[in-house]
């Protein structure tokens, strides 16, 4: 179709200048190209987007910290939930150090206990305890057994863990939360201090945790699980549930149970070793690129 020129009655003088620059500058394939690219785009299927259009956002999660956690068959109390459980709460799983080895407060024959069940002599046990006492002096670790820097975290961990089923795992959670949680820190006997920094770590579920004076609850400290008939459970006791479904269930239990701020939480994954694997069938533990390529579990999108 060939161009007509505007009228000048219809059309100012500047206007029509600038029609004219842009009809000179572009060429007639143009208009081709650009519908061709259109109808490829309506061919292909989600999550494929026109060029133009914003891509998809994403939920970014802060970094509370790093627990050494140890994988725990479930409590008793708790069965029906899974086999075994892991969790940063010191009501229902286990941290390591234990916090009494920077703090103090040992009954009679726990601490020799405690390095039998780690299985160190008595000059590994020496350094171990040296250690978390420097990392807690700079504080670099934190009176609920929380590491600030994952690399603190992972040296100990392959220096005296290894014969424990243990992990290294984050937790994080949204900057709305992440606020909140500053705020209830600054009250209590902890450092108040986080890390940060964005959780870009596999998933390994998410939890529903309040502070309290000197480490985290669990909701099911108070079986709070059972205000919530469409929680699901993963193999280690965390829940399976989108993360925008688990702040759902947060403020359904806002209130009840302790008398903490109940926020939702990630837990991600930095590392297991081969005990742990053992008791769980590790290697099954995916990266959260690979979820979000699927309807994720831990909801990573935002929804």
């Known amino acids: ?4 020129m505007p009228s000048i009655k219809t059309a100012h003088l500047k206007n029509f200048k600038e029609l004219l620059e842009d009809k000179m500058m572009r060429k007639p394939t143009d208009d081709i190209a650009n519908w061709r690219l ?3 785009n309506i061919s292909k299927p989600f999550p494929y987007v026109f060029p133009q259009m914003p891509s998809i956002q994403r939920r970014t999660f802060k970094v509370i910290g790093y627990y050494i956690c140890e994988i725990n068959d479930t409590p008793g109390w708790l069965q029906g939930i899974s086999r075994q459980i892991l ?6 799983g286990e941290q390591h150090p234990r916090w009494e080895c920077f703090m103090g ?8 206990e405690y390095q039998e069940k780690l299985r160190l002599d008595g000059e590994q046990y020496r350094e171990f305890s040296e250690t978390a006492n420097c990392l807690f002096d700079a504080q670099r670790l934190d009176v609920d057994c929380r590491f600030l820097e994952l690399s603190d975290a992972r040296d100990f961990y392959e220096k005296f863990c290894q014969a424990l089923p243990c992990c290294v795992v984050s937790i994080s959670t949204t900057m709305e939360y992440y606020k909140i949680l ?3 820190l600054k009250g209590s006997n902890s450092y108040a201090l986080m890390n940060g920094e964005n959780d ?6 998410n939890d529903i945790l309040g502070w309290d004076i000197g480490g985290f609850h669990s909701f099911l400290c108070n079986s709070l699980q059972k205000e919530l008939p469409d929680v699901r459970f993963n ?3 965390l829940l399976g549930n989108a993360f925008s479904e688990v702040e759902g269930f947060t403020r359904q239990i806002q209130g009840k149970g302790e008398p903490v701020e109940w926020i939702p939480c990630r837990i991600g994954m930095h590392g297991q070793n081969a005990e742990f694997d053992r008791l769980t069938g590790g ?3 995916e990266k959260q690129g690979q979820r979000e390529k699927q309807d994720s579990p831990h909801g990573q999108s935002v929804s």
């Open 1 to 4: 179709m060939r161009w007509k």
């Open 38 to 40: 259109q109808q490829e």
């Open 87 to 92: 969790s940063v709460s010191g009501c229902i």
């Open 105 to 112: 407060g040992w009954l009679k024959g726990e601490a020799q």
């Open 182 to 184: 500053l705020d209830e």
């Open 200 to 205: 870009n770590s596999p998933c390994l579920g």
């Open 235 to 237: 193999a280690v006791g």
């Open 283 to 285: 290697g099954k533990w």
